[in-house]
């Protein structure tokens, strides 16, 4: 990016025939055309201090402002004033980008100085570095309080501000294509800035609330119980952290160029899962234009991820769009387990219920499932018949074994 700057600078430099220097608006030093003159006055004090220091101080910043540049949407003259440092006249050249000023070209004038043509160029110029100066500005931007505050809003009067609030805080890009991402479990309260993930457009943390999951001793993990309240917003079935608290999860804005392509998205979810815990999953939600189904969005991102965290084929970063029965799973309440089930949830019974998991995983064919846990196919039949005596179900019907599939899943969940 720094190279841009400089080879606009110096683009400038050329058309106007004197070294320019650029500043942001905070007068801090971003490039500065090369210097070849033997006239000493042209290296005054306020344009030696800017380079050597790369910045200005707040006298000399408050007396240029004195000359309008702030407001000014064209080229700005400036006259010398010794007893402020400025030995020679000035003209400056605001950068400007949809109408707010990001920076400043200066130039040292001296008659006859620059005619209307060459300053106009010039401009033209400085308009190009205000673009890149806004886009640096939005990749830079910390836009997490917003972001979070879009996704954990109730749908309503409220969700509609919070959704304003981030559009205006991302401008142009608000109505662009998205894929949203969620990185679990992730181990601190701060998240990483946008400019260390190509493509980000916001990221920020959120608490990441283990669902009501399975009676407690269940051998497939510890849930909240029965009645419990996970709180407003999606919820992923995950541990605690080890100090005890609740975990978090780290929400991710990524623009795309094309809906079928989410590879922008898929490698921030791989970059970012290599900052985050070992054991840490990744979902990502299926593309959209604009923000208007941002919560929808972040819900499938944690069901891709919940779905990678019980199902390592489908991991460790899960489309939406391709995890399946998991789509169905994980928009089901939190909820007790099925009546017929739970006594096979019990850790007693934990290797019947795997049994029984691999057994319909593989549509029910004996072959393939004694060959999966590596058991004998009568040992397989031996543990099927204690499934049905548990449970009451009928294993050559089509619906008991729907329910007692979906039971098995959602209580990884």
């Not at 009645?227 to 605690?240: R, S």
Request: aromatic fraction near 4%; include cysteine; charged fraction near 20%.
């Amino acid at each position: 990016m720094k190279g841009d700057y400089q080879e606009l600078v110096d683009e400038i430099s050329a058309l106007l025939g004197e070294p320019a220097t650029l500043e942001n608006r905070d007068f801090g030093l971003i490039a500065f055309g090369a210097h070849d003159s033997d006239d000493d006055s042209a290296m005054d004090p306020v344009r030696t201090r800017s380079i050597l220091t790369r910045k200005s101080s707040p006298a000399v910043r408050a007396w240029f402002e004195g000359f309008g540049i702030t407001r000014a949407t064209g080229p700005v003259r400036i006259p010398a004033a010794p007893d402020a440092g400025v030995f020679r006249d000035r003209i400056c050249l605001p950068v400007r980008h949809r109408g707010v000023v990001l920076g400043y070209v200066w130039l040292l004038d001296a008659e006859p100085g620059p005619s209307h043509a060459q300053l106009t160029a010039a401009m033209e110029v400085a308009a190009r570095i205000g673009e890149l100066l806004a886009d640096e500005e939005r990749a830079g931007a910390d836009l997490s309080r917003e972001l979070r505050a879009a996704l954990t809003a109730e749908r309503g009067w409220q969700y509609d501000m919070a959704l304003t609030a981030l559009r205006t805080a991302l401008g142009p890009d608000a109505e662009g294509l998205h894929a949203v991402v969620c990185v679990a479990p992730w181990p601190t309260e701060d998240s990483p800035s946008p400019r260390t993930v190509p493509g980000a457009a916001a990221l920020c943390t959120l608490p990441w609330r283990p669902a009501a999951g399975p009676v407690a001793g269940s051998p497939f993990g510890r849930g909240a119980g029965a009645g419990a309240d996970p709180g407003p917003g999606p919820h992923l079935a995950g541990p605690a952290t080890a100090e005890g608290g609740a975990a978090r999860a780290l929400a991710v804005l990524v623009r795309l160029r094309s809906a079928d392509n989410l590879s922008p998205a898929t490698t921030a979810a791989t970059r970012l899962r290599g900052s985050a815990a070992p054991a840490a999953v990744a979902g990502v939600a299926t593309p959209r234009r604009g923000l208007a189904e941002l919560d929808t969005a972040w819900r499938e991102a944690c069901s891709g991820a919940r779905a990678a965290l019980v199902q390592p084929l489908l991991g460790p970063v899960a489309e939406w769009a391709a995890i399946g029965p998991y789509r169905l799973l994980t928009a089901l309440p939190p909820a007790e387990p099925d009546p017929v089930v739970r006594a096979l949830l019990t850790p007693a019974h934990a290797e019947l219920a795997r049994t029984a998991e691999v057994f319909l995983d593989h549509a029910g064919q004996a072959g393939r499932t004694a060959a999966a846990l590596g058991i004998h196919r009568q040992t397989l039949y031996y543990r099927l018949s204690r499934v049905e005596q548990l449970t009451g179900l009928d294993l050559d019907a089509g619906e008991d074994r729907l329910l007692l599939h979906m039971a098995l899943k959602a209580a990884k969940l």
